[in-house]
């Protein structure tokens, strides 16, 4: 247990029935804290969740594939929700500038951003054994930063920096996942263009330590779930909302365009879209 907990008397994990909010609530559940949970599905604790000193925001952040795009007003509502004086921590996915444009938006709130690294499958050992731990901070709530990264498991590599930087951490992981996944793609198509064994060939692939991470190696997986290209949860919604939000400001975005090209042919070859990925 880190001594940065006793920060906060009480803990609310908005959420906690979720994935991301659900690893949350037990960590501090299993660590003896003063923890009260609130979800759509499970409302008895949601005075105590939404007052409690420290509150955890982990609540959906969808895409919209009927033109609309991200949508973050699920986050901006629970904030509206949370009394005055609290420190908040968004762990929901979310855009550039979006912290900073909360803080603004509650200016009696002290807004953070934590973003999670989980894979579905072992959520609780990744969030209890983190690679990295960064906690991003606005203007004002610089001082509560270090108290809420004491407090979260300890990493290896754990700081506090500009919401604005935690955000886009978080992109940058979701979407170094995308590419792997449509690299391994590429080269299934090539190996199977040419008659070669894909999984001899990737598993001498990945025995380089420059191609074979740990975690990386689950997007060498072609099939899974009994479809291929990029899917799940997070990544489709997050690739279109990166790619929406540099159109938003300007900024090149060849790359990850050309990522989604290639992953909408895949899926249309197997009679899928993006919004039927998302469930997969």
């Not at 995308?178 to 040419?194: G, R, T």
Request: net charge positive.
């Amino acid at each position: 247990m880190n001594p940065g907990l006793s920060y906060y008397k009480t803990i609310g994990v908005i959420g906690h029935l979720g994935m991301v909010g659900g690893t949350t609530y037990r960590y501090f559940k299993d660590s003896s804290q003063e923890v009260y949970g609130f979800d759509l599905r499970d409302q008895k604790d949601k005075k105590k969740a939404f007052s409690s000193e420290l509150v955890f925001v982990c609540v959906p952040t969808p895409y919209h594939w009927d033109g609309r795009g991200y949508d973050g007003s699920i986050v901006e509502k629970v904030l509206k929700m949370i009394p005055e004086g609290r420190t908040v921590v968004v762990k929901s996915t979310i855009s550039i500038g979006t912290t900073d444009k909360l803080q603004k938006s509650n200016p009696k709130l002290k807004v953070l951003f934590n973003p999670e690294f989980l894979s579905e499958a072992t959520c609780d050992i990744d969030f209890r054994n983190p690679d990295r731990q960064f906690v991003g901070y606005t203007d004002k709530s610089y001082t509560e930063a270090t108290k809420v990264l004491n407090m979260l498991p300890e990493s290896p590599y754990g700081i506090i920096l500009p919401a604005k930087e935690a955000e886009l951490l978080k992109y940058i992981n979701n979407m170094h996942g995308v590419l792997e996944v449509l690299e391994s793609n590429h080269y299934w198509e090539v190996c199977q263009k040419e008659k070669l064994d894909y999984e001899r060939v990737i598993k001498a692939a990945v025995a380089s330590k420059w191609v074979g991470s740990v975690m990386g190696r689950q997007y060498r997986t072609i099939w899974h779930r009994g479809a291929r290209g990029v899917k799940g949860k997070c990544f489709p919604k997050d690739l279109n909302a990166w790619i929406d939000y540099c159109n938003t400001r300007g900024i090149p975005v060849e790359l990850l365009s050309a990522a989604r090209k290639m992953n909408l042919r895949i899926l249309k070859e197997q009679k899928l879209t993006e919004s039927k990925a998302e469930n997969l």
